[in-house]
């Protein structure tokens, strides 16, 4: 049961253009999104993360949309570059009781072409 | 100010024996996380401890356990390894990893190939 879903594992982009990288939940418990990037053989480097309370948040060239009706997020990168070219994941958390775990999409490769 | 940092990076072993990782946090964070990455089954949490104690726990067999010391560092063992236990452990830290919704940070990782 995949509570986080990102169902596209890839994405090409022209440098310069706008990246969308999109997310799916099912679990409305959840009400802290993050996203993360991953090169090979590294740990996810975060990238921004929004609260349920919002529905925007930017930071430099990358914007995280919510739309908690819909279940649904995105990330925005504008304009892209080829050192974006990475494994991007977005996760989501909910409090478990005094703790949080973050439930992880499966990931989608955007490679940025110069 | 120093990452979150994991040692070994990379590991080899053979099944049946167990095996010993290691996550040193960021300074001044004292939630310590560990999951799983395989191809298939993406990031996977196993356990979250705060202050020494396990607060969290993941849909994991027991093999796999954990601790945290009290200088926060945390180490992780799976027992009688399997085949199926080849993966990317990695380890995140967050300040208390309470319902103030920390963000996690992230290790480099320990590459464990089970043969």
């Given at each position: 049961?995949?509570?986080?879903?990102?169902?596209?594992?890839?994405?090409?982009?022209?440098?310069?253009?706008?990246?969308?990288?999109?997310?799916?939940?099912?679990?409305?418990?959840?009400?802290?999104?993050?996203?993360?990037?991953?090169?090979?053989?590294?740990?996810?480097?975060?990238?921004?993360?929004?609260?349920s309370?919002?529905?925007?948040?930017?930071d430099?060239?990358?914007?995280?949309?919510?739309?908690?009706?819909a279940?649904?997020?995105?990330?925005?990168?504008?304009?892209?570059?080829?050192?974006?070219?990475?494994?991007?994941f977005c996760?989501?958390?909910?409090?478990?009781g005094?703790?949080?775990q973050?439930?992880?999409g499966?990931?989608?490769?955007?490679?940025?072409?110069? | 100010?120093?990452?979150?940092t994991?040692?070994p990076?990379?590991?080899?072993?053979?099944?049946?024996?167990?095996?010993?990782?290691?996550?040193?946090?960021?300074?001044?964070?004292?939630?310590?996380?560990?999951?799983?990455?395989?191809?298939?089954?993406?990031?996977?949490f196993?356990?979250?401890?705060?202050?020494?104690t396990?607060?969290?726990k993941?849909?994991?067999?027991?093999?796999?356990?954990?601790?945290?010391?009290?200088?926060?560092?945390s180490?992780?063992?799976?027992?009688?390894?399997?085949?199926?236990?080849?993966?990317?452990y990695?380890?995140?830290?967050?300040?208390?990893?309470?319902?103030?919704?920390?963000?996690?940070?992230f290790?480099?990782?320990?590459r464990?190939?089970?043969?």
């Amino acid at each position: 049961d995949q509570q986080v879903k990102q169902n596209s594992p890839s994405l090409s982009v022209q440098e310069g253009r706008i990246s969308i990288l999109n997310c799916d939940y099912t679990n409305s418990m959840f009400d802290y999104f993050l996203w993360y990037k991953k090169y090979p053989a590294e740990g996810p480097t975060f990238l921004i993360s929004i609260s349920s309370i919002k529905d925007k948040n930017e930071d430099g060239r990358f914007t995280v949309f919510l739309n908690k009706s819909a279940k649904h997020l995105s990330l925005h990168i504008v304009p892209s570059q080829p050192g974006d070219s990475a494994v991007y994941f977005c996760a989501a958390s909910s409090a478990s009781g005094s703790a949080r775990q973050l439930t992880f999409g499966s990931g989608t490769q955007l490679t940025v072409l110069p | 100010k120093a990452g979150v940092t994991q040692t070994p990076r990379y590991l080899i072993k053979t099944r049946g024996q167990q095996v010993t990782l290691s996550c040193s946090p960021i300074s001044g964070h004292r939630s310590v996380s560990w999951y799983q990455q395989t191809p298939g089954q993406g990031l996977q949490f196993l356990f979250e401890y705060f202050s020494e104690t396990q607060r969290n726990k993941g849909n994991f067999p027991g093999r796999f356990s954990g601790r945290q010391f009290s200088n926060s560092r945390s180490e992780m063992n799976v027992s009688t390894l399997e085949l199926g236990d080849s993966a990317l452990y990695l380890c995140a830290s967050s300040r208390t990893g309470g319902p103030n919704t920390d963000t996690q940070y992230f290790g480099p990782g320990t590459r464990l190939t089970v043969l």
